[in-house]
């Protein structure tokens, strides 16, 4: 094998590793936003200039916008406005890796109801066992917040429901749907945001800090992940970015400083190894919606 053709496999491989970690590094950034706007000013700070981002770089106005289809992405950006809300609640009070694991419970979800392969009663054993780990379920003082799980677990609805929407504008370019998708989620978060933090939101070093997240968080993940795809089968893409929930819990203790015990890492584990064996045997016609895996 030449080294051409080496550097040809790698590149899709590094695309989302590079996508998974630059999400995680944006938002553990954008938890340092908490005290100055709390978790409702950073939703609306990372995904208003998240959807701007989007809206310069695809231009979503070049491409037609049937009343179906509009009707469709008001209802997928509503779900991933809600889906970060939730999620942004959960990370005030829990750890960032405990609240991605918790939170992808929701496309696990969608895989296993909509799938009927005995294979995957093994994948739903890994999830439970590892939710069972992470809930606070009366084991030790170490418990999670339950009001930060609950957000959680809210977040996974969300979730669940943006890739069921997703479906439903598949046909539509992938920068065209999420640049409108992600501005429908603006428009339904931004008010909350300026209800709880106010004026806060417009002084100057909080905009720069904001548009910096939004550009690791939104801008170059999405980009990344359109570079993979084009190179990846699904269940490939799958199996890399089920990562996505170590690094969260890695930025936490790197960024963050933010410390899990042993069973909250297996739980992680666990959960990890259900979403990359779902999507490693998932069937061709899968349950992604465009770039459902930037979420957060």
């Not at 590149?11 to 590793?17: F, S, T």
């Not at 469709?72 to 750890?95: D, E, H, W």
């Not at 904001?210 to 993979?228: H, N, Q």
């Amino acid at each position: 094998m030449t080294s051409s053709s080496r550097w040809a496999q790698a590149v899709p491989l590094l695309a989302v590793l590079g996508s998974v970690v630059a999400l995680g590094i944006g938002t553990s950034f954008a938890k340092q936003l908490f005290p100055l706007v709390g978790s409702l000013g950073t939703t609306a700070l990372r995904v208003g200039f998240s959807a701007c981002w989007l809206l310069l770089i695809w231009r979503p106005w070049r491409w037609t916008t049937t009343r179906a289809d509009f009707k469709s992405l008001v209802r997928y950006g509503m779900a991933l406005g809600c889906m970060n809300l939730m999620f942004y609640q959960s990370i005030k009070t829990i750890p960032f890796g405990v609240a991605v694991a918790i939170e992808f419970s929701g496309p696990l979800a969608v895989a296993f109801f909509t799938s009927r392969q005995r294979i995957d009663y093994l994948w739903i054993a890994f999830a439970i066992v590892g939710l069972g780990l992470l809930l606070p379920l009366g084991h030790d003082v170490r418990s999670l917040d339950p009001a930060g799980v609950g957000f959680g677990l809210g977040a996974a609805v969300f979730w669940a429901a943006y890739i069921l929407f997703g479906k439903k504008v598949g046909h539509l370019h992938a920068g065209h749907s999420v640049a409108l998708g992600l501005t429908m989620a603006a428009i339904t978060v931004v008010p909350f945001g300026v209800w709880h933090a106010g004026s806060a939101l417009l002084q100057p070093e909080i905009l720069l800090y904001g548009i910096g997240v939004a550009a690791v968080s939104s801008a170059i993940p999405i980009s990344l992940e359109m570079v993979a795809l084009k190179r990846l089968t699904p269940a490939a893409f799958g199996v890399m970015a089920s990562m996505e929930p170590a690094v969260a819990a890695l930025m936490g203790v790197l960024v963050l400083d933010e410390q899990l015990s042993g069973l909250q890492w297996l739980a992680i584990g666990l959960v990890m190894c259900a979403a990359a064996g779902s999507a490693a045997t998932a069937k061709p016609d899968a349950h992604r919606g465009p770039a459902d895996e930037i979420v957060q």
